[in-house]
């Protein structure tokens, strides 16, 4: 089972840049789709990117495409998400997820739905003023 902790999250003024990192411990990393989400008070968890287990395969939702990008690197068991041109409507929890895949044949593509995910951190609270 992975143990899931983000950090990098803090206030950031609009068109600002912020980077979080999520390190896991326990488990065997590679064999985790890992994605982020955010989640604001009253509304659902919201997909925000996914990499797969090699970290050749990525996708975003469409409101942060062009803005954030997703990485990971395997020998140090850490999943990125690199923000950019950020604005207030990006003002969220931000959680790092694992979608343990036992299958080394199985899915390769991350999925966007939070239901898929396994494991979760603890999040981490991004706030962006306009």
């Known amino acids: 089972q992975v143990h899931l902790v983000e950090s990098g999250g803090g206030s950031v003024q609009a068109g600002g840049s912020l980077s979080l990192s999520c390190a896991a411990s326990e488990g065997t990393f590679t064999t985790y789709i890992m994605g982020w989400f955010r989640q604001v008070p009253g509304k659902e968890r919201q997909f925000v990117a996914g990499i797969s287990r090699s970290g050749a395969n990525t996708e975003y939702a469409d409101s942060v495409k062009g803005r954030f990008i997703i990485s990971r690197d395997n020998a140090k068991n850490t999943v990125y998400l690199q923000m950019t041109s950020l604005i207030h409507e990006d003002t969220a929890t931000y959680y790092c997820?694992?979608?343990?895949?036992?299958?080394?044949?199985?899915?390769?593509?991350?999925?966007?739905?939070?239901?898929?995910?396994?494991?979760w951190g603890p999040g981490t609270q991004v706030t962006v003023s306009s």
């Open positions: 997820a694992a979608d343990e895949i036992l299958n080394p044949f199985g899915r390769i593509i991350p999925d966007a739905v939070a239901a898929s995910y396994d494991y």
